[in-house]
Protein backbone atom coordinates (compact mmCIF):
# COMPACT_ATOMS: atom_id res chain seq x y z
CA UNK A 1 0.00 0.00 0.00
CA UNK A 2 1.07 3.60 -0.81
CA UNK A 3 3.26 4.77 2.75
CA UNK A 4 2.14 7.99 4.02
CA UNK A 5 4.06 9.69 7.01
CA UNK A 6 2.68 10.72 9.44
CA UNK A 7 2.49 14.38 9.86
CA UNK A 8 3.24 14.46 6.51
CA UNK A 9 3.08 18.02 4.75
CA UNK A 10 -0.25 19.14 2.96
CA UNK A 11 -1.70 22.42 1.29
CA UNK A 12 -3.61 23.65 -1.49
CA UNK A 13 -6.31 21.87 -0.92
CA UNK A 14 -9.96 22.82 0.12
CA UNK A 15 -13.01 21.36 1.37
CA UNK A 16 -16.39 21.86 0.19
CA UNK A 17 -20.14 20.36 1.35
CA UNK A 18 -17.64 18.95 4.00
CA UNK A 19 -17.58 19.89 8.25
CA UNK A 20 -13.84 19.84 9.59
CA UNK A 21 -13.33 16.03 10.63
CA UNK A 22 -15.20 15.20 7.66
CA UNK A 23 -18.63 14.96 8.72
CA UNK A 24 -20.82 16.21 5.85
CA UNK A 25 -22.84 18.91 5.23
CA UNK A 26 -25.76 20.07 3.12
CA UNK A 27 -28.32 18.19 1.86
CA UNK A 28 -27.21 14.52 0.65
CA UNK A 29 -27.28 13.33 -3.42
CA UNK A 30 -26.92 9.64 -4.05
CA UNK A 31 -23.79 9.32 -6.33
CA UNK A 32 -23.54 5.78 -7.71
CA UNK A 33 -22.12 3.22 -5.47
CA UNK A 34 -21.02 -0.56 -5.45
CA UNK A 35 -22.37 -1.00 -2.19
CA UNK A 36 -25.83 -1.25 -3.67
CA UNK A 37 -27.25 2.84 -3.79
CA UNK A 38 -29.61 3.90 -6.37
CA UNK A 39 -27.64 6.20 -9.15
CA UNK A 40 -27.92 9.66 -8.53
CA UNK A 41 -30.27 12.16 -10.80
CA UNK A 42 -27.06 12.85 -12.63
CA UNK A 43 -27.13 9.27 -14.25
CA UNK A 44 -30.84 9.45 -14.66
CA UNK A 45 -31.49 5.86 -12.80
CA UNK A 46 -29.23 4.39 -15.73
CA UNK A 47 -27.25 2.13 -13.22
CA UNK A 48 -24.34 0.19 -13.92
CA UNK A 49 -24.94 1.35 -17.88
CA UNK A 50 -25.11 5.30 -15.92
CA UNK A 51 -21.30 4.89 -14.06
CA UNK A 52 -20.05 3.66 -17.58
CA UNK A 53 -21.28 6.64 -19.36
CA UNK A 54 -19.99 9.10 -16.71
CA UNK A 55 -16.13 7.21 -16.47
CA UNK A 56 -16.44 7.77 -20.48
CA UNK A 57 -17.47 11.34 -20.06
CA UNK A 58 -15.18 12.50 -17.23
CA UNK A 59 -13.44 9.85 -15.59
CA UNK A 60 -9.58 10.62 -15.77
CA UNK A 61 -11.09 12.94 -18.47
CA UNK A 62 -9.47 16.22 -17.66
CA UNK A 63 -12.24 18.42 -18.50
CA UNK A 64 -11.03 19.76 -21.01
CA UNK A 65 -14.11 20.05 -23.09
CA UNK A 66 -15.95 21.93 -20.10
CA UNK A 67 -18.23 20.66 -17.54
CA UNK A 68 -22.32 20.22 -18.15
CA UNK A 69 -23.76 23.15 -16.50
CA UNK A 70 -26.88 23.42 -14.25
CA UNK A 71 -26.30 19.84 -12.51
CA UNK A 72 -26.09 21.12 -8.73
CA UNK A 73 -24.83 24.45 -6.52
CA UNK A 74 -22.77 25.28 -4.54
CA UNK A 75 -22.55 23.46 -1.06
CA UNK A 76 -20.53 25.84 0.90
CA UNK A 77 -16.51 26.15 1.92
CA UNK A 78 -15.35 24.23 5.01
CA UNK A 79 -12.18 23.09 6.51
CA UNK A 80 -8.43 24.00 6.43
CA UNK A 81 -5.46 23.56 4.36
CA UNK A 82 -2.90 22.13 6.73
CA UNK A 83 -2.27 18.88 8.28
CA UNK A 84 -3.75 19.47 11.78
CA UNK A 85 -7.13 20.65 10.05
CA UNK A 86 -7.57 17.63 7.41
CA UNK A 87 -10.06 14.79 8.03
CA UNK A 88 -8.34 11.18 8.59
CA UNK A 89 -10.31 9.76 5.69
CA UNK A 90 -9.06 12.69 3.35
CA UNK A 91 -5.84 13.21 4.60
CA UNK A 92 -4.41 10.10 2.06
CA UNK A 93 -6.00 12.24 -0.47
CA UNK A 94 -4.55 15.77 0.40
CA UNK A 95 -1.07 14.25 0.91
CA UNK A 96 -0.63 12.56 -2.51
CA UNK A 97 -2.07 15.45 -3.96
CA UNK A 98 0.55 17.60 -2.44
CA UNK A 99 3.53 15.23 -3.26
CA UNK A 100 2.46 14.71 -6.69
CA UNK A 101 2.98 18.72 -6.79
CA UNK A 102 6.05 18.78 -4.81
CA UNK A 103 7.46 16.86 -7.81
CA UNK A 104 6.35 18.76 -10.23
CA UNK A 105 7.65 22.10 -9.05
CA UNK A 106 10.64 20.55 -8.63
CA UNK A 107 10.57 19.35 -12.34
CA UNK A 108 9.30 22.32 -14.23
CA UNK A 109 10.74 25.56 -13.57
CA UNK A 110 7.68 27.56 -14.35
CA UNK A 111 5.15 25.27 -12.73
CA UNK A 112 2.09 26.87 -10.58
CA UNK A 113 0.62 24.73 -7.53
CA UNK A 114 -3.13 23.59 -8.93
CA UNK A 115 -5.59 23.56 -5.76
CA UNK A 116 -7.38 20.16 -5.04
CA UNK A 117 -11.35 20.60 -4.05
CA UNK A 118 -12.97 17.86 -2.02
CA UNK A 119 -16.77 18.27 -2.19
CA UNK A 120 -19.54 16.37 -1.22
CA UNK A 121 -22.83 15.96 -3.54
CA UNK A 122 -22.17 18.85 -6.12
CA UNK A 123 -20.17 21.83 -6.99
CA UNK A 124 -19.87 25.08 -8.80
CA UNK A 125 -16.45 25.85 -10.78
CA UNK A 126 -14.80 29.06 -11.87
CA UNK A 127 -15.44 28.51 -15.37
CA UNK A 128 -16.32 24.80 -16.30
CA UNK A 129 -19.99 24.64 -14.46
CA UNK A 130 -21.69 23.23 -11.93
CA UNK A 131 -21.14 19.39 -11.59
CA UNK A 132 -22.19 15.96 -9.07
CA UNK A 133 -20.65 13.83 -7.39
CA UNK A 134 -21.72 11.74 -10.72
CA UNK A 135 -19.14 13.46 -12.30
CA UNK A 136 -16.25 11.38 -11.09
CA UNK A 137 -13.31 13.27 -10.49
CA UNK A 138 -11.95 15.92 -13.17
CA UNK A 139 -9.45 18.76 -13.61
CA UNK A 140 -10.89 22.89 -14.57
CA UNK A 141 -8.40 24.70 -17.01
CA UNK A 142 -10.22 27.35 -16.38
CA UNK A 143 -9.59 27.68 -12.70
CA UNK A 144 -7.01 25.16 -12.58
CA UNK A 145 -8.75 23.34 -9.53
CA UNK A 146 -8.76 19.61 -9.17
CA UNK A 147 -12.55 18.20 -8.31
CA UNK A 148 -13.08 15.37 -6.26
CA UNK A 149 -15.78 13.52 -4.33
CA UNK A 150 -13.81 10.87 -2.49
CA UNK A 151 -16.89 8.57 -2.46
CA UNK A 152 -16.19 8.04 -6.20
CA UNK A 153 -13.76 5.57 -4.97
CA UNK A 154 -15.87 3.30 -3.72
CA UNK A 155 -17.41 3.03 -7.41
CA UNK A 156 -13.86 2.42 -8.71
CA UNK A 157 -13.10 -0.57 -6.63
CA UNK A 158 -16.21 -1.85 -6.62
CA UNK A 159 -17.95 -4.83 -8.48
CA UNK A 160 -18.01 -2.94 -12.18
CA UNK A 161 -14.74 -1.75 -12.50
CA UNK A 162 -12.54 -3.92 -9.34
CA UNK A 163 -9.83 -1.16 -9.08
CA UNK A 164 -9.53 -1.24 -5.62
CA UNK A 165 -6.50 0.09 -3.43
CA UNK A 166 -4.38 2.95 -2.27
CA UNK A 167 -2.41 3.20 -5.55
CA UNK A 168 -5.46 3.26 -8.07
CA UNK A 169 -6.33 6.14 -6.09
CA UNK A 170 -3.13 7.57 -6.35
CA UNK A 171 -3.08 7.33 -9.51
CA UNK A 172 -6.54 8.87 -10.43
CA UNK A 173 -5.04 12.25 -8.68
CA UNK A 174 -1.72 12.11 -10.32
CA UNK A 175 -3.94 11.54 -13.85
CA UNK A 176 -5.59 14.99 -13.13
CA UNK A 177 -2.42 16.58 -12.00
CA UNK A 178 -0.62 16.00 -15.04
CA UNK A 179 -3.75 17.72 -16.80
CA UNK A 180 -2.79 20.63 -15.19
CA UNK A 181 0.93 20.16 -16.04
CA UNK A 182 -0.65 19.49 -19.90
CA UNK A 183 -2.24 23.42 -18.85
CA UNK A 184 0.64 25.14 -17.49
CA UNK A 185 3.06 24.11 -20.53
CA UNK A 186 0.65 24.95 -23.02
CA UNK A 187 0.02 21.38 -24.76
CA UNK A 188 -3.93 21.61 -23.26
CA UNK A 189 -3.87 24.92 -25.16
CA UNK A 190 -2.93 23.62 -28.28
CA UNK A 191 -4.75 20.57 -28.38
CA UNK A 192 -7.49 22.54 -28.19
CA UNK A 193 -6.64 25.18 -30.67
CA UNK A 194 -6.38 21.79 -33.37
CA UNK A 195 -9.70 20.92 -32.34
CA UNK A 196 -11.61 24.27 -32.69
CA UNK A 197 -10.36 24.15 -36.23
CA UNK A 198 -10.94 19.85 -36.96
CA UNK A 199 -13.02 19.04 -39.81
CA UNK A 200 -14.14 15.63 -38.19
CA UNK A 201 -15.61 14.34 -34.46
CA UNK A 202 -12.55 11.32 -35.13
CA UNK A 203 -10.32 14.08 -35.33
CA UNK A 204 -11.12 15.96 -32.50
CA UNK A 205 -11.33 12.62 -30.51
CA UNK A 206 -8.21 11.84 -31.80
CA UNK A 207 -6.33 14.86 -30.24
CA UNK A 208 -7.99 13.90 -26.93
CA UNK A 209 -6.68 10.36 -27.05
CA UNK A 210 -3.39 11.84 -27.56
CA UNK A 211 -4.17 14.37 -24.59
CA UNK A 212 -5.13 11.33 -21.89
CA UNK A 213 -2.48 9.07 -22.92
CA UNK A 214 0.23 11.86 -21.90
CA UNK A 215 -1.23 12.39 -18.84
CA UNK A 216 -1.48 8.78 -17.64
CA UNK A 217 2.58 8.81 -19.11
CA UNK A 218 2.88 11.54 -17.02
CA UNK A 219 1.19 10.35 -14.16
CA UNK A 220 3.45 7.26 -14.18
CA UNK A 221 6.89 10.05 -14.20
CA UNK A 222 6.01 10.78 -10.75
CA UNK A 223 5.35 7.24 -9.56
CA UNK A 224 8.16 6.42 -10.58
CA UNK A 225 10.19 8.41 -8.50
CA UNK A 226 7.73 7.88 -5.39
CA UNK A 227 8.85 4.13 -5.65
CA UNK A 228 12.26 4.81 -5.07
CA UNK A 229 12.20 7.19 -2.03
CA UNK A 230 13.11 5.93 1.14
CA UNK A 231 10.46 4.84 3.25
CA UNK A 232 11.08 8.09 5.52
CA UNK A 233 9.78 10.17 2.88
CA UNK A 234 6.11 11.70 3.43
CA UNK A 235 4.74 9.35 0.43
CA UNK A 236 6.29 6.22 -0.55
CA UNK A 237 5.38 3.39 -2.78
CA UNK A 238 5.57 -0.21 -1.34
CA UNK A 239 5.10 -3.66 -3.09
CA UNK A 240 2.02 -3.98 -5.04
CA UNK A 241 1.47 -0.46 -5.68
CA UNK A 242 2.22 0.10 -9.54
CA UNK A 243 -0.21 -3.30 -10.11
CA UNK A 244 -2.87 -1.19 -8.93
CA UNK A 245 -2.15 1.66 -10.98
CA UNK A 246 -1.73 -0.69 -13.83
CA UNK A 247 -5.41 -2.31 -13.07
CA UNK A 248 -6.83 1.22 -12.46
CA UNK A 249 -5.60 1.95 -16.09
CA UNK A 250 -6.59 -0.79 -17.30
CA UNK A 251 -10.29 -0.65 -16.47
CA UNK A 252 -10.89 2.68 -17.47
CA UNK A 253 -9.28 1.90 -21.24
CA UNK A 254 -12.06 2.86 -23.75
CA UNK A 255 -12.70 -0.57 -24.94
CA UNK A 256 -13.08 -2.05 -21.60
CA UNK A 257 -15.66 0.40 -21.16
CA UNK A 258 -17.75 -0.28 -24.18
CA UNK A 259 -17.56 -4.40 -23.48
CA UNK A 260 -19.01 -3.74 -19.75
CA UNK A 261 -21.47 -1.61 -21.76
CA UNK A 262 -22.72 -4.55 -24.20
CA UNK A 263 -21.38 -2.48 -27.01
CA UNK A 264 -19.05 -3.19 -29.81
CA UNK A 265 -15.92 -2.36 -29.51
CA UNK A 266 -15.78 0.94 -31.85
CA UNK A 267 -11.97 2.81 -31.32
CA UNK A 268 -13.48 5.75 -33.51
CA UNK A 269 -15.87 6.65 -30.78
CA UNK A 270 -12.77 6.22 -28.03
CA UNK A 271 -11.54 9.11 -26.54
CA UNK A 272 -9.08 7.80 -23.72
CA UNK A 273 -6.92 5.23 -25.25
CA UNK A 274 -7.49 1.36 -24.88
CA UNK A 275 -6.85 -0.88 -21.60
CA UNK A 276 -3.49 -1.77 -23.64
CA UNK A 277 -2.61 1.79 -24.19
CA UNK A 278 -3.17 3.59 -21.16
CA UNK A 279 -1.31 0.70 -19.71
CA UNK A 280 1.45 0.93 -21.67
CA UNK A 281 1.99 4.67 -21.73
CA UNK A 282 1.48 4.38 -18.00
CA UNK A 283 4.68 1.71 -17.88
CA UNK A 284 6.83 3.97 -19.98
CA UNK A 285 6.36 6.73 -17.29
CA UNK A 286 7.21 4.41 -14.38
CA UNK A 287 10.15 2.61 -16.11
CA UNK A 288 11.62 5.98 -17.81
CA UNK A 289 10.98 8.47 -14.98
CA UNK A 290 11.48 11.38 -18.11
CA UNK A 291 8.26 13.66 -18.72
CA UNK A 292 9.86 14.22 -21.84
CA UNK A 293 9.33 10.45 -23.27
CA UNK A 294 5.75 11.42 -22.58
CA UNK A 295 5.49 13.53 -25.83
CA UNK A 296 5.53 10.53 -27.66
CA UNK A 297 1.76 10.34 -28.06
CA UNK A 298 1.75 13.17 -30.07
CA UNK A 299 3.50 11.11 -32.60
CA UNK A 300 0.92 11.32 -35.76
CA UNK A 301 3.00 9.09 -38.02
CA UNK A 302 0.42 6.20 -35.52
CA UNK A 303 -3.49 6.40 -35.42
CA UNK A 304 -4.15 7.89 -31.73
CA UNK A 305 -6.15 4.59 -31.47
CA UNK A 306 -3.13 2.56 -31.83
CA UNK A 307 -0.16 4.76 -30.50
CA UNK A 308 2.48 2.90 -28.15
CA UNK A 309 5.34 3.59 -26.68
CA UNK A 310 8.85 3.04 -28.79
Not at 24 to 29: I, K, N, R
Amino acid sequence: MVKIRRGARVRDVEYRGRARGGRATGLPFPMPSSRGGKAGAGLGGAGVLGIIVVVVISLLGGGEGGLPTGLGADVGVGGGTDSGEVAEENFFLAAVFTDVQDYWEATLPDYRRATMVLFLDSVSTDGCGSATSASGPFYCPADEHVYLDDDFFDVLAGPQFGAAGDFAQAYVIAHEVAHHVQTVTGVSGEVRRRQAAASSQAEVNALTIRLELQADCLAGTWASVAARRPASADVTLETGDLEEGLRAAEVVGDDRIQEAAGQQVTPHNWTHGSAEQRQAWFTLGVNSGDPTRCDGTFDESVPATEIMPR
